[in-house]
């Protein structure tokens, strides 16, 4: 076959606010691939079929001199993330050709690659409702992050009061069943009247909708609260320390409000951290999942089953994964972003 075009997702310019399609990220067909000459040097030709898009990109298209927990992008290289891809062709004896692995992989349609380059490298399957794609959402990294945040600092007691912050989104939305199944009263918010109605699909017992309805109203009638799981930040977290309990446990697993430049609002309650003994507790899943080997099983199989519920927000084309990636960082996805980059 002759070569043809290997399609790629670079990243062009740092963003001061929002990232937009077409500037600051620019789908590039100038690489060609001979898919059945291409050397491979003992290692594997992987056709990518899924990419994760998670709100934490934002951050690593940042000034490189500024500090985050990953390194920041390089401008005119392909953005990097989570996704699944088949094995095309092998010289790798622990990878035969058809297998899907899931990874961390350039935003790119091909890849050779040496398996010890890709980071997180593992087969993946389907099996019953637990899909290619899941493995990137669900069953991968942000439902790592809510499985093994959860485990770790939740300590829930039946007929405690958690709030969950986009809890409509794939990292919230499994809380929310967490907390449901350890017998907690859940409340849940989220930024759109369809999302607030899938929030009480997923068994949340006082859901709203944060831009009509006002946190602190929702609390203090609510609450007051024993657990709060945070994705947003900002007001939310004000609000939440206000009309919590002595001992509550403060999950921060991520702070929406201010990744895109919008760091206005004025903390007002941060007293109350040592007033109350509550315990905050700020994770990155990178240092809980190796605790915590069961979620690729046992959790996994709750998902196959059907148990753990989930739906996914998918933008096809690999270039139109800008648009995907502005459209997580304004809140406009329904369930988890992912792009299918090829049919799977
Ligand atoms: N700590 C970790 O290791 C880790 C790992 C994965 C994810 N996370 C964090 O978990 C959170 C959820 O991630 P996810 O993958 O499940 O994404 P997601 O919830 O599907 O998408 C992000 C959501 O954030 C909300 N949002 C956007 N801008 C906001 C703003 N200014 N104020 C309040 N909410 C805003 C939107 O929902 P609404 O319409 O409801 O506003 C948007 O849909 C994020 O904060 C992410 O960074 C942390």
């Known amino acids: 076959m002759a070569p043809i075009k290997n399609g790629r997702l670079l990243y062009k310019e740092i963003p001061d606010g929002y990232p937009q399609p077409g500037k600051h990220v620019v789908y590039d067909e100038s690489e060609l691939i001979d898919l059945d000459n291409v050397p491979l040097n003992g290692g594997l030709l992987l056709k990518i079929l899924v990419l994760s898009i998670d709100p934490y990109l934002r951050n690593r298209m940042r000034d490189p001199s500024v500090r985050g927990f990953l390194p920041a992008f390089e401008i005119g290289k392909p953005l990097q993330n989570g996704g699944v891809a088949q094995v095309l062709r092998s010289e790798d004896p622990k990878y035969t050709a058809g297998t899907y692995v899931a990874g961390s992989y350039p935003f790119q349609k091909y890849l050779v690659a040496q398996a010890s380059e890709v980071n997180g490298l ?9 899909t290619l794609s899941a493995h990137v959402g669900v069953a991968g990294m942000p439902g790592a992050t809510a499985y093994t945040g959860w485990k770790e600092y939740a300590k829930p007691k039946a007929g405690e009061v958690v709030f969950v912050t986009t809890g409509a989104g794939c990292v919230g939305a499994i809380v929310i069943q967490l907390a449901k199944a350890d017998g907690l009263k859940v ?24 831009k009509k309805t006002k ?6 009638k609510e609450g007051p609260i ?119």
């Open 122 to 130: 593992r087969p993946v399957q389907k099996k019953g409702k637990l």
């Open 187 to 210: 409340i849940g918010s989220a930024g759109s009247d369809a999302k607030v109605e899938y929030m009480k699909s997923m068994g949340a017992d006082v859901v709203f909708n944060y």
């Open 215 to 220: 946190v602190e109203d929702v609390l203090k």
């Open 226 to 344: 024993d657990i709060f799981w945070d994705n947003v930040g900002g007001e939310a977290l004000d609000a939440a320390l206000a009309n919590c309990n002595k001992h509550a446990r403060f999950i921060e697993c991520g702070m929406m409000s201010v990744y895109n430049g919008d760091n206005a609002y004025q903390m007002k309650n941060l007293n109350y951290i040592y007033q109350f003994e509550i315990q905050l507790h700020g994770f990155i899943i990178l240092s809980l999942i190796p605790k915590y080997p069961e979620f690729y099983t046992e959790f996994a199989n709750r998902i196959a089953s059907g148990e753990i519920k989930y739906n996914e927000d998918i933008t096809v084309g690999l270039e139109n994964g800008g648009a995907a990636l502005e459209t997580i960082q304004r809140g406009n996805n329904t369930g988890k972003s992912v792009i299918a980059v090829a049919d799977y």
